[in-house]
């Protein structure tokens, strides 16, 4: 079983940015594409990013495609969401999660979840 544990969580002004890291353990995580996933009050789970297991792939939602860039350190066995302009309607708690589906970037059926960070943006 592949283990997630999310950091970097917080409150931050809009406009302000903010990095999340998930660190993974329990297998090799560089066969893995890895996501960030997030879920606001009342609303449904959603695909945020995802970045291959080679790191030459990536996908936004459109929702923080230009303000978001995801990123990983296969040595470091971590994976990184770089979020700036944030804006209030980005507050939910935000999901690391895994699957083994090499060359592929889905925005769905992610095997491994961690427990979630929470990122709150004032205005």
């Known amino acids: 079983q592949v283990q997630l544990v999310e950091s970097g969580g917080g409150l931050v002004q809009a406009g302000g940015s903010l990095r999340l890291s998930c660190a993974a353990s329990?297998?090799?995580?560089?066969?893995?594409?890895m996501g960030w996933f997030r879920q606001a009050p009342g609303k449904e789970r959603e695909f945020v990013a995802a970045?291959?297991?080679?790191?030459?792939?990536?996908r936004y939602a459109d929702s923080v495609k230009g303000r978001f860039t995801i990123s990983r350190d296969n040595a470091k066995n971590t994976v990184y969401l770089q979020m700036n302009s944030l804006k209030p309607e980005d507050t939910a708690v935000y999901y690391c999660?895994?699957?083994?589906?090499?060359?592929?970037?889905?925005?769905?059926?992610?095997?491994?979840w961690g427990q979630g960070t929470q990122v709150t943006v004032s205005s």
């Open positions: 999660a895994a699957v083994r589906r090499p060359g592929v970037v889905p925005t769905q059926g992610y095997d491994y």
């Open positions: 970045i291959s297991w080679s790191g030459g792939g990536t």
């Open positions: 329990g297998r090799t995580f560089s066969s893995y594409t």
